[in-house]
C-alpha cells in the first residue's frame, strides 16, 4: 500500500467505531490494520489534528466568525454528539474543527463532543447507533446523513443504495427514537453537493460501478429540510463553491476548505436561527 493511500485510509477509516464491540482496540493495533507502526499512525493522527486545530484557529481570526461563537446555545457543561458517515467521520471534518473552535474560544466552558460518525454508514446503518446515543445522553444531536444512500449502483441511471422512501423512513426512525430516550436539541446538516464530473471520473469509482448525482442528494437535503428541527443547508454550502478546491480527487470527500466552509455554516446558523 503507498504512502498516500495510508494516509487517506487513516483520515476516513477508524476501526475502533467499527468493531467497537471487540471491547477497545490500542493503538499498537490499529496501527498494525494499517501497515504502520505505533510511532507513525500516532504521528499520522496528530498531525491530522494539527490541521485541523489550525483551520478552527485561521477561523477565528474573523472577528465576526469569533463573535458567532461566543453566541453559539451550547452552554456550559453541555455534551454535543455526532451522528454522520465520512464526511463527519474525517480526522479533518467540519466536527473536529468545531472541537478546536470551542476550544481555543471558549475553553473554560467544559464543552464535550462526541463523533459518533462512521465513514460508509447509510442511514440504515445508522439506526443501530440508537443504544450509543442513548449512553452518552447528549444534549445535541448534529446529524449528516444520507450521502452515502444516494450512491447509484452499476451506472449513472441504476438503483441507489438505499431508495429515498427508504432514507425518509429512517431518518424519521432515527429522530423519533432518539427523542423517546433523550431529550437533546436535534440539529440537521444536508448532505454535501459532489463535484460529477470528478465522481465520474475516478478510478475507483469506475471500476467499482458507482456514481453519484447531485439530483439524488438534494432529494436528501429536502427531506430534512421539511422537518421541523434547524437544519443546516451543507449542500448549497459547498455547491456554490464547487471547483474552488472544496473537493478532493474523488469530487465526493470534501477538503479541508470544503469542510472550513461547513463549519462556517453551522455555526452562523446555529447562531442566527437558534
Not at 437533546?184 to 469506475?206: G, L, M, N
Request: glycine letters at 10%.
Amino acid at each position: 500500500m503507498n504512502t498516500a493511500m495510508t494516509e487517506r485510509l487513516v483520515r476516513f477509516q477508524h476501526p475502533e467505531k467499527a468493531l467497537g464491540y471487540l471491547g477497545g482496540l490500542d493503538d499498537e493495533r490499529l496501527a498494525a490494520l494499517f501497515g504502520l507502526d505505533t510511532g507513525s499512525y500516532r504521528r499520522l493522527r496528530q498531525g491530522y489534528g494539527e490541521q485541523t486545530r489550525r483551520a478552527a484557529a485561521g477561523l477565528l481570526t474573523d472577528p465576526g466568525f469569533a463573535a458567532k461563537v461566543d453566541r453559539l446555545p451550547f452552554t456550559p457543561g453541555q455534551h454535543v454528539l455526532a451522528i454522520g458517515e465520512s464526511t463527519t467521520d474525517d480526522l479533518l471534518s467540519w466536527f473536529e474543527i468545531l472541537r478546536h473552535v470551542i476550544d481555543l474560544r471558549r475553553p473554560a466552558d467544559g464543552i464535550t463532543l462526541t463523533n459518533m460518525a462512521v465513514s460508509g454508514q447509510t442511514s440504515t446503518q445508522a439506526l443501530t447507533t440508537l443504544p450509543g446515543v442513548a449512553f452518552h445522553r447528549p444534549d445535541w444531536v448534529l446529524c449528516m446523513l444520507g450521502g452515502n444512500d444516494a450512491q447509484r449502483l452499476g451506472a449513472a441511471d441504476g438503483p441507489t443504495l438505499v431508495s429515498l422512501d427508504e432514507t425518509e423512513r429512517n431518518l424519521h426512525a432515527l429522530r423519533h427514537l432518539v427523542a423517546r430516550n433523550v431529550t437533546a436539541r436535534w440539529v440537521w446538516i444536508t448532505p454535501s453537493a459532489v463535484d460529477e464530473a470528478r465522481v465520474a471520473a475516478y478510478p475507483p469509482f469506475r471500476r467499482a460501478g458507482l456514481t453519484w448525482a447531485n439530483r439524488d442528494v438534494d432529494a436528501i437535503g429536502q427531506v430534512m429540510r421539511a422537518q421541523p428541527d434547524l437544519t443546516v443547508d451543507g449542500y448549497s454550502v459547498v455547491a456554490r463553491r464547487t471547483g474552488e478546491g472544496v473537493h478532493l480527487d474523488d469530487g465526493l470527500h470534501l477538503s479541508l476548505a470544503g469542510q472550513r466552509a461547513l463549519t462556517a455554516a453551522l455555526v452562523g446558523t446555529l447562531t442566527d436561527r437558534s
